[in-house]
C-alpha cells in the first residue's frame, strides 16, 4: 500500500512514519524542514518534498510514486500560542493546506482514504468531566478555531464528493523527540538546575495524556479496515486525567532532586481548564493504550538527559 503523510517530519509524523514503515507499507511525506537521504531511511521514508501541501507538490509525488491509497495529514499549525501571536500563519498552516489537499484528493484520488489531526481544543472550556465527539465544539483560540474548520472542510468533501475521512481529535500528545510545550520546558529548567519552578496556572490543569508512540500506533490503527462511513470523528484520548502539577512532580521525581514548583495562578490564554476524552468509540475498536504515563514520563527524561548530553 503507498501512503503519504503530510507533516511527517513533525513531531508525530516521524512516530507514525516508523510505525507505518516497520507494518511493511511504503511511505512517502510532504511538509516543512531538510530530510537528506540517509536521514529518510533512518526514519522509514522512502520519499520526501520539502514544501507545501499543495498541488504541485502532490502531483510531483504522484507522478514519481504513484497515487496513495491512504493520506495521513498532519501538517498543520500546532501551537496556541503562536496561533495567538500569528493568526493568518497558522490560519493558513492549518485550514489552507488542507484545503489544498482535499481539493487534489477530489480531482486526482477521490478513492483515497484520508486520516486528519484534529485537536481536542475544538471543544474549548467549561468541561468538567470526559468529553465525547458529540459535544459542540467551542474553540477559544485560532488554533482550536482552526482545526475546527479543517474539520468542518474534511466533512463537507466526505459528504459532497465521497472523500471517505476520519478525523482524529487529539488530547496531550507527549514522548521522545518533543522539543516544545510543558515538558520540555519543566526539562530545559531542570537541567539548568534552577531551584524552583515557576510555571503559570494553578497546577490543577487537567489533561488527558498521551505517550505519542501508542498516538502513531492509534492514527495507523483507526485507517484498517477503512471505515465505511464517509466521515466520522475520533477522540485519541486515553480518558485518564493527569494534572499538570502531578505532571511536574513526576518529572522532577524522574530527574532526581527536590526542585520546588510554585504556579502563578494565572492561566494561559486560550488553555481551558481540563480537556478529558471520552474513550467510548476506541474502546469500541479494541484499542488499548499500551504505554502508562510513568513509564512515558521515565523515557521522556532519558531521551532528553541523552539528547542534551
Not at 504513484?66 to 501538517?75: C, E, I, K, T, Y
Request: with cysteine.
Amino acid at each position: 500500500m503507498s501512503i503519504w503523510v503530510t507533516g511527517a517530519n513533525g513531531f508525530i509524523g516521524r512516530h507514525l512514519v516508523r510505525e507505518l514503515a516497520d507494518a511493511g507499507h511504503a511511505v512517502h511525506g510532504v511538509g516543512h524542514g531538510a530530510v537528506d537521504d540517509a536521514e529518510a531511511r533512518r526514519l522509514g521514508l522512502q520519499s520526501w518534498i520539502n514544501g507545501e501541501v499543495d498541488a504541485a507538490n502532490l502531483n510531483a509525488l504522484a507522478a514519481a510514486h504513484g497515487l496513495p491509497s491512504l493520506v495521513f495529514h498532519l501538517a498543520g499549525g500546532s501551537s496556541v500560542g503562536l496561533s495567538i501571536e500569528r493568526p493568518f500563519e497558522d490560519f493558513s498552516r492549518t485550514v489552507a493546506s488542507t484545503a489544498r489537499l482535499l481539493e487534489w484528493l477530489r480531482g486526482f484520488a477521490p478513492n483515497c482514504s484520508l486520516v486528519a489531526a484534529s485537536s481536542a481544543a475544538v471543544y474549548g472550556a467549561d468541561h468538567s468531566g470526559s468529553i465525547p465527539e458529540s459535544a459542540v465544539p467551542a474553540p477559544m483560540s485560532p488554533y482550536g478555531q482552526h482545526k475546527l474548520m479543517m474539520e468542518q472542510l474534511c466533512r463537507s468533501y466526505a459528504h459532497s464528493f465521497g472523500i471517505r475521512c476520519t478525523v482524529v481529535r487529539l488530547f496531550s500528545v507527549y514522548g521522545p523527540n518533543l522539543r516544545k510545550q510543558l515538558l520540555w520546558d519543566i526539562c530545559l529548567r531542570l537541567k539548568a538546575q534552577v531551584p524552583s519552578l515557576n510555571l503559570g496556572g494553578t497546577g490543577r490543569e487537567i489533561r488527558d495524556w498521551t505517550d505519542v508512540r501508542d498516538v502513531a500506533r492509534l492514527l495507523a490503527g483507526v485507517a484498517e479496515p477503512a471505515s465505511q462511513d464517509a466521515f466520522r470523528v475520533v477522540n485519541g484520548g486515553s480518558g485518564r486525567g493527569t494534572s499538570v502539577a502531578d505532571i511536574a512532580d513526576g518529572l522532577i521525581r524522574q530527574w532526581g532532586g527536590d526542585t520546588i514548583v510554585r504556579y502563578s495562578g494565572i492561566g494561559r490564554a486560550g488553555d481551558p481548564v481540563s480537556l478529558l476524552a471520552d474513550d467510548e468509540s476506541l474502546r469500541r475498536i479494541g484499542f488499548d493504550w499500551r504505554i502508562p504515563l510513568d513509564r512515558g514520563l521515565v523515557d521522556y527524561v532519558a531521551w532528553f538527559k541523552k539528547q542534551a548530553s
